[in-house]
Each structure stands twice: as C-alpha cells, then as structure tokens.
C-alpha cells in the first residue's frame, strides 16, 4: 500500500511539474511572440468605429460585382481573422468583388483584452454597417464561417435592407458552453491553455497551419500585442452574458434567402445545429461527406460552386 502511494505522490509531482513548465513556457511565448502593433504589415485598409481600429481587405470593384452587390466574407473565432478563408476566396470566387473584414479583435483589428459589449455580436454588425458605409455600400451577400454565422444573422436581423443572400458554412450557432471554453478562464492555467488552443500556440488551428512555413501569413495576427488575452475577454463576454442565446431566439425571424454547407466530419459543430439552423432559415442544407469544420481546405472548388451557385446572379 504505502508503495502504491509513493507511486500515485510521485505521479503527481510530475504531472505538477509538467504543467509549471507548460505554462511558465506559454507565458514566456506569449510575452516573447505578441509584440506587434496592430497595423504591423497590415494588408488592408482601417476604419475607425466607436473609437476603435477595424482592418479590412477589398478585391475587386465593389461598384461592378455582376451580381449587382459585393460579397462579404465573415471569419470565424480565429485570431488569424481574414487570413482564415485565403486564397480560397479570392482564388475560387472569381468574379466576385469581396470585402474581408477583420472582426474587431481578431486579424489586424484592435485588441482590448477587457470582456465587454465591444464583441458581441449585435457590436460586431454595428461595426460591419458602419464599414459598409464608409466603402459606399448599400447591400452585400454574405458568406459566414462558423462564429461568423451568428455574425452574418445578426446583421440580417438588424439591418435586413442590406443584405441579399446569407451562406453559412460549419455554422457556430445553438452551441453549448466547451470544455475550452471554461478551461481557459481557469486561474493560473486558463491563459497559458488559451494560446496553446485557440491562439498562436503549436494545437491550435492558425499553429497546425503554420507549421513548418516561414513567415505564415496567418501567424502574424496572433503576433499582435494582447491578443492571447483579447480572446479570453470575448470568450468570457459570449459565455457569461446572454448575447447568444437572444440571438438564437431571433433566428427564426429572419427571412433572407441563405444556404447551410456543413461537414460531414466537423466536430465542432454537431449536425443537429446545422439542421436547426436550416430549418429556423427555412434553408438548404447542403453536407459534404468528406470535409471537416474549414470545407473549403478540403473541397474548395466544390465549397465555391455551392456558394456561387446559390448566389447566383442580380
């Protein structure tokens, strides 16, 4: 017995320090790596909302899109913002003029690492209007990436004269609170987890991206100063507030033509949110069997076709 329990002491202590070392080595990268200015080697343009910096990306003429409105591309809850849905988008909606937004806090956008009313999604459409405005645009079909579909709908539902068409892809609507979600609020570890999950860290989405390729592209946002920290403000926001459970409620109000494209092998988001969604939209739900939560990685010209073809023209 008592050598059972030397065993299980011994475990312990090395498990205790495994994580002072994990969490010592993603605070010191934290420190080390998020030393950039928000438009350091931005791509885009800013545009200043309610006091705070949002970065965008144009292609094309906005003024001659042959459907007769631009498209705008909405990111998901990725520190890499825009950067997450390149080339695809540009390379495989051709002949499309595309706006791609920075939402604030992710991308090349400002940073406030303090939980607040600035990322909600309702925020996050007042941005995305007075964007519109400032480029000169009255209506826009939209293309929604997981978070970015609870986006997409709460534009469609606050300002539905200015949008035509919605496609939702791996849409991140009716989800419940994560395990990541509460982990990485934790005292003393919940920071260090953070980066490695869903920040600049080696697991995490824009990480795995980026292996093993110089100056990614994608990794330079999570370069950025606070934005570890800027991630766990707008986690905490979403999860102790009911900002997205009043959305989900709205949803059935809408009436804007949309489309749901959904991975048969997406993990994040069950099948069951994406046929809610659908049926709340009165929409198609379009599922490719061999695609997990970013489709468009995996099937790119068929995610294109889906999109273009709903799309369609004027």
Not at 17 to 25: D, E, N, Y
Not at 145 to 168: C, E, K, N, T
Request: proline fraction near 7%; charged fraction near 20%.
């Amino acid at each position: 017995m008592k050598r059972l329990l030397r065993f299980f002491a011994r475990a312990l202590l090395v498990l205790l320090v495994l994580l002072v070392i994990l969490v010592a080595h993603a605070n010191y990268r934290i420190g080390a790596d998020e030393t950039l200015e928000t438009d350091a080697q931005a791509p885009g343009r800013y545009i200043t909302v309610e006091g705070r910096q949002q970065h965008f990306v144009v292609h094309g003429d906005l003024a001659s899109d042959p459907t007769g409105v631009p498209l705008m591309a909405i990111h998901g809850f990725i520190v890499s913002g825009h950067e997450s849905l390149l080339p695809w988008a540009v390379d495989k909606l051709q002949g499309r003029s595309l706006i791609l937004p920075d939402l604030m806090g992710y991308g090349y956008s400002g940073r406030d690492t303090t939980p607040g009313d600035w990322s909600t999604p309702k925020s996050h459409a007042r941005y995305l209007a007075a964007l519109l405005d400032h480029l000169g645009v009255e209506k826009v079909d939209i293309v929604g990436h997981s978070y970015g579909s609870a986006i997409a709908a709460r534009f469609a539902l606050d300002y539905p004269q200015r949008v035509r068409r919605i496609v939702y892809i791996s849409p991140g609507l009716y989800t419940e609170r994560s395990a990541t979600e509460v982990v990485i609020q934790a005292p003393v570890i919940g920071r260090a987890l953070a980066w490695h999950m869903i920040g600049g860290g080696p697991i995490s989405f824009v990480g795995r991206r980026c292996r093993n390729t110089p100056d990614c592209p994608s990794m330079r946002p999570a370069h950025i100063r606070d934005s570890t920290d800027t991630l766990r403000a707008m986690v905490y926001t979403s999860r102790h507030t009911t900002v997205l459970e009043d959305l989900y409620a709205d949803i059935p109000r809408l009436h804007t033509p949309s489309l749901v494209i959904w991975g048969e092998k997406d993990w994040l988001v069950p099948r069951a949110n994406a046929e809610r969604l659908a049926r709340d939209t009165h929409s198609e739900l379009v599922v490719l069997p061999n695609c997990w939560h970013m489709p468009w990685l995996e099937e790119p010209d068929e995610v294109a076709k889906r999109v273009l073809d709903f799309l369609g023209g004027p």
